[in-house]
């Protein structure tokens, strides 16, 4: 089925941009304020919690379809050509290393932190 085989495609291309993406936050060159943007992305990305929650009809999964690749094409005017590139060739000849679990510890601890942040800023 060609849109399937397309939508596949697609899919693997995202994936590989988010993880060069997390290898850009990484690299020395990018800007702190685009490290900070990617790394949001990223974590949308990788978290089971969305903005609008999956059930709602159409907009659940809109969410996921116009705000991750926004976000991408946001991150990717902030950081270097140069970098990008460095980081898609990484990110195409590795795979990320420990697969979901990685990604989910990354997203826990993310979510934790924020957490605990909103805790310390309402009890004070």
Sequence with gaps: MPLVDSLRARARRLKREVWALVLACRDP??????????GAVVAYALSPID??????????????????????????????DDVMADCRLRAESAEMPGGRWVAAAVVAVLWIGAGVLAWRWVRV
């Design 51 to 80: 903005l609008i929650p999956d059930f709602i009809p159409i907009g659940g999964q809109l969410d996921d379809l116009v705000l991750v690749p926004l976000g991408i094409a946001v991150v990717l005017r902030l950081v270097p």
């Design 29 to 38: 060159r990018t800007p702190w304020y685009a490290k900070v943007l990617a």
